[in-house]
């Protein structure tokens, strides 16, 4: 209510700010014939500048507005691949029965292009992400999880998360497996029902991690090149993947 009174009372006072300037300019030149032609040649402007301000400039402040928030949620992401999700995706790739199928499409290099991060996209999404349960080591991956339980919570609180829904989903599906793994006070003897429960869950986690990582290497390339050879240094698919840097034969 008070937002709309403020609008009013400013739409009153140029209105009559306005009015008063013609008044007075009335008043110094006596001539309406100059004021009315002015008039008429501003309200004949009126509909260019409409135009101007709402398809151009309008949309000029949209795109720099989306992409300083596409920047800020870049950082959101790369602060979680860096803190967790690089060596979460690395751990859960090691328990994939099939992962030599992938593997060699998931060797990124400096001279990918957007099309070879797309092709590899679409491959990935038709690849159905397993694990072998009885790899997975339950424990070590309760205690890495449950250390980041609140780095998660931070996260999806994020407001500039909004926008991204499928890295949302991913957040929310390490959420959900944590809190699965939580509950349980103990994994030994779990019987065959609960691992298979178990199973699925970590088989969402590590499909949607493994788009995620792909999406976001994409990003890398295309914005922040040192950050893309840090992170072909430390590709998780990557059993020759190494952070230090050689001088010959070596990563970039």
Do not use: C
Request: charge should be negative; avoid cysteine; charged fraction near 25%.
């Amino acid at each position: 209510m008070k937002y709309r009174q403020w609008r009013l009372i400013l739409a009153i006072s140029l209105l009559i700010s306005s009015v008063l300037l013609y008044l007075f300019d009335y008043a110094v030149f006596k001539d309406p014939h100059e004021i009315l032609t002015f008039m008429l040649g501003e309200i004949a402007f009126l509909p260019l500048e409409v135009l101007l301000v709402t398809l151009v400039i309008d949309r000029l402040l949209r795109y720099m507005e989306r992409r300083n928030r596409l920047e800020k949620l870049n950082m959101v992401i790369g602060a979680f691949f860096v803190e967790v999700g690089t060596d979460l995706l690395a751990s859960l790739s090691d328990t994939d029965p099939e992962i030599e199928g992938i593997r060699s499409n998931l060797q990124i290099t400096s001279g990918w292009s957007i099309e070879e991060f797309s092709r590899v996209a679409r491959d990935l999404a038709e690849y159905s992400f397993k694990v072998d349960i009885s790899r997975v080591d339950l424990e070590h991956l309760h205690i890495i999880l449950s250390q980041e339980r609140g780095f998660f919570l931070r996260l999806i609180e994020n407001p500039a998360l909004m926008e991204h829904e499928s890295f949302t989903d991913l957040l929310l599906a390490i959420f959900h497996l944590t809190e699965e793994l939580a509950r349980r006070p103990s994994f030994e003897d779990l019987p065959r029902s609960d691992l298979a429960h178990l199973k699925i869950d970590i088989e969402r986690t590590y499909g949607r991690l493994a788009r995620e990582w792909l999406e976001y290497m994409k990003s890398l390339k295309t914005s922040y090149p040192y950050l893309f050879h840090l992170g072909l240094r430390t590709n998780p698919f990557d059993q020759t993947a190494s952070v230090v840097v050689m001088e010959k034969g070596g990563k970039d």
